[in-house]
């Protein structure tokens, strides 16, 4: 494969403090890269402006000008920063042979950036980060977000441990992802589901090197929870586990009921009570459950995410449309 075409996509939130020294690292390596004959003289860096309140946008459209290697793109407001990285991506992916996402604040290492393309020379369509070791989060951040990734695998949503938003994807990788026409982003979530041959590349995460958090604790809270019910419907299964428990319960507190009130050891009432409080308890949580097995379905309908993604067609009508395209 010639020198490959490469668009670094940074979604940048309030990051003024950051910017300047994010670009020209960022400069700097696609300099060495285009030297050593990885990528090509269209490769770019492609910031994007999550609608911010402070300089950002003034720093970004400076930067575009001095530099062809960067690009700029303008969010009307604050969207978010899942919102902000799928919309750069989009924007790039019918000019880019691939293009990787990464955090404005570099606390994800820019150097393995080379390994990654020469993994998709290699034949991969999607390249992981992943973080070795997180000793520069602080505790809070690293326990939570490790039991985070156990609760989703609990789950059963298919996600890459220790890999957040710091990725390459192949531009046929991003079409799929665009198949996606899901308003509730989770990306880490959705890029395994387009199920393109992958491969990982690790890297230490350090600290930011300026600037604030921008996710504080309830954007984090709020983006698990995202996570978790965009993904997953174990959490009705639950409900419908618990009614089929408390139907068991209901069961075995009947014959104690029974066995008391045979024995009279009971007062007028207590034995239609227990009754009917397990029993009742028990139907209404397992048709909570069904109720919520077939909103689960809804929910699953209304995403309307594609049934299936192709990767290859050999000898039918469409592959001469592919060759061109991706082989
Ligand atoms: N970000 C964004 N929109 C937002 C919040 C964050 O584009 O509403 C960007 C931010 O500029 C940064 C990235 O998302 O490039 C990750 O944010 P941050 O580094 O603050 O998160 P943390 O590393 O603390 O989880
Ligand atoms: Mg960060």
Same mark, same amino acid.
């Given at each position: ?6 668009? #670094?996509? $940074? ?6 403090? $950051? ?36 300089? %950002? ?6 930067? %575009?000008?001095? !530099?062809?290697?960067? +690009?700029?793109?303008?969010? @009307?407001?604050? +969207?978010? !920063?899942?919102?902000?990285? /799928?919309?750069?991506?989009? %924007? $790039? ?6 293009? #990787? ?14 390994? &990654? ?45 220790? !890999?957040?938003?710091?990725?390459? &994807? ?15 982003? /989770? ?5 395994? =589901? ?22 504080? =604790?309830?954007? &984090? ?22 009614? @089929?428990?408390?139907?068991? #319960? ?11 009130? =045979?024995?009279?050891? %009971? ?15 028990? $139907?209404?949580?397992?048709? =909570? ?32 449309? &592919? ?5």
């Amino acid at each position: 494969m010639d020198s490959v075409n490469l668009y #670094i996509v $940074v979604p940048c939130y309030n990051e003024e403090a $950051v910017l300047p020294e994010t670009s020209s690292r960022m400069l700097e390596l696609i300099k060495q890269m285009r030297s050593d004959g990885l990528v090509n003289e269209k490769s770019r860096i492609v910031f994007v402006d999550d609608g911010s309140k402070d300089r %950002t946008w003034e720093i970004i459209d400076s930067l %575009t000008r001095e !530099h062809t290697e960067i +690009a700029g793109i303008k969010l @009307a407001c604050n +969207a978010g !920063h899942q919102n902000a990285l /799928f919309g750069g991506l989009m %924007t $790039v992916k019918d000019d880019c042979d691939c293009a #990787i996402s990464i955090d404005a604040d570099l606390q994800d290492d820019i150097n393995v950036i080379p390994e &990654m393309v020469r993994k998709f020379i290699g034949g991969c369509d999607v390249v992981y980060g992943v973080r070795n070791k997180r000793d520069t989060d602080t505790f809070f951040k690293r326990t939570t977000a490790q039991g985070f990734y156990r609760l989703m695998q609990l789950m059963g949503v298919k996600m890459i441990y220790n !890999h957040a938003d710091y990725r390459l &994807m192949s531009a046929r990788a991003i079409s799929a992802l665009s198949q996606f026409p899901e308003r509730n982003l /989770f990306l880490r979530g959705m890029v395994p =589901l387009t199920g393109f041959k992958s491969d990982c590349v690790y890297y230490d995460r350090s600290e930011r090197f300026a600037g604030e958090s921008k996710y504080p =604790l309830k954007k &984090m809270l709020s983006f698990a929870f995202d996570g978790i019910t965009s993904f997953s419907v174990s959490p009705i299964r639950m409900i419908s586990a618990l009614g @089929a428990i408390v139907c068991v #319960i209901a069961v075995i507190m009947g014959i104690y009921t029974i066995y008391e009130k =045979l024995a009279g050891n %009971t007062d007028a009432g207590w034995a239609s009570l227990m009754m009917s409080i397990w029993f009742i308890g028990g $139907v209404q949580l397992l048709s =909570l459950g069904l109720i919520g097995e077939y909103i689960g379905k809804i929910y699953k309908e209304s995403k309307r995410r594609p049934r299936y993604i192709i990767e290859a067609y050999v000898n039918t009508p469409e592959s001469g449309e &592919m060759e061109d395209q991706y082989v």
